[in-house]
């Protein structure tokens, strides 16, 4: 009978032990990315914007870092909080997600808690102005009301020479928080609101917002909303020959808002973020050979969350540290939505303030 000596049993075992150390060493990690969009129902045309960005930045990086592969656990929650909690829920247990990406309010309010009950770091890609100081696990990179309120009030304090402004706002929890932000940065810009109003689609309350906000003779208004409702309000003010500037929100620059506001719009002032105006040729021509449409901010913006999330991969390798502290400490980033000045764990991006002229934008500031 053929035996083989103990030292050649040592011999085979130390083999296979290197073996396994060389397999394991070349083994890239690999970092699970929870995804929770709204991809079906009315938004998911801004759904699959976030998405496109994602994929692209992930199709990239796996290109071009082996040592790291970055999986997308992508779900859809067609707009509802409680299937963005369940996605969120089933992607921890089932995919041991290590960050996740929300992007609508309602659905990041439902999905941050609980990830910071387990300790999940989330880009909470939405505007709510408040939900990255309420909740120390949220983060993002994408504008926000108080950015845009802030962008604004600079604005009203610098170049339109104005230190009263009334407020009118669409009373739902989106323009209830942005009228805390407004009247926060407003009083910190030393402009005065004589009067704030909420709005509701109704023909009877407008008109009596209409009134009550011209009674007071601002020297501007400040408009928050969007949809049918805050364009029959912009087209009473008009109807009242009011002079002075009015200041919208972001919404003002959605084409469906324009088509609704019609002549109404000329002469409005509102936010929009920098890379909008300027684009972003090389990122542009990459993207849309990947997907055959234009990119929009949000797929920039995704896209550049994504690099975030990488960069933060390397410190968390490099140093031993958990995702959100690595995220921490990523600070300003440079990407291709333009320079973000990082500040409590959110990475602005650069805003600009266009007025709509012979029904086009200019920029102003």
């Known amino acids: 009978m053929n035996r083989s000596s103990p030292l050649n049993v040592v011999r085979v075992l130390a083999c296979c032990a290197l073996f396994c150390l060389i397999s394991c060493a070349n083994k890239p990690e690999t970092i ?4 929770i969009l709204p991809l079906s129902g009315s938004a998911a045309e801004l759904g699959n914007q976030h998405l496109h960005g994602l994929q692209l930045a992930v199709e990239e990086l796996n290109a071009s870092h082996p040592e790291v592969v970055f999986d997308l656990i992508v779900d859809s929650d067609g707009g509802d909080p409680g299937a963005a909690l369940d996605a969120f829920k089933r992607q921890l247990l089932k995919n041991k997600i290590q960050v996740s990406i929300v992007a609508t309010r309602a659905s990041c309010l439902a999905v941050v808690p609980q990830a910071e009950n387990e300790f999940v770091p989330v880009f909470a890609n939405c505007s709510h102005p408040l939900i990255t100081t309420m909740h120390i696990n949220a983060f993002r990179n994408v504008p926000n009301a108080a950015l845009e309120i802030r962008t604004m009030a600079r604005f009203i304090s610098a170049s339109l020479k104005v230190d009263g402004i009334a407020a009118l706002y669409f009373n739902d929890d989106s323009g209830n928080d ?6 926060n940065e407003l009083s910190q810009a030393g402009i005065r609101i004589l009067e704030s109003e909420p709005f509701i689609d109704d023909r009877a309350a407008i008109e009596s917002a209409v009134t009550l906000v011209m009674s007071v003779k601002p020297g501007a208004v400040w408009i928050f909303g969007g949809g049918k409702a805050t364009a029959d309000l912009l087209a009473g003010i008009r109807r009242t020959g009011y002079k002075g500037a009015i200041i919208g929100s972001s919404d ?8 609704l506001a019609k002549e109404s719009l000329e002469g409005c002032y509102y936010p929009v973020p920098t890379i909008e105006l300027t684009g972003n040729a090389e990122f542009a021509d990459r993207y849309r050979k990947r997907f055959n449409v234009e990119p929009t901010a949000v797929s920039i913006f995704e896209y550049d969350a994504m690099r975030i999330i990488a960069k933060a991969t390397e410190m968390k390798r490099a140093e031993k540290v958990s995702m959100t502290n690595a995220l921490k400490r990523v600070g300003d980033f440079s990407g291709t939505g333009g320079p973000y000045a990082y500040a409590e764990r959110e990475w602005l991006p650069q805003m600009n303030i266009v007025q709509v002229k012979a029904g086009s934008r200019v920029t102003i500031r």
């Open 32 to 35: 699970n990315v929870g995804v």
């Open 178 to 183: 942005a009228a805390k932000a407004v009247k």
């Open 252 to 259: 003002f620059a959605d084409p469906g808002f324009a088509a």
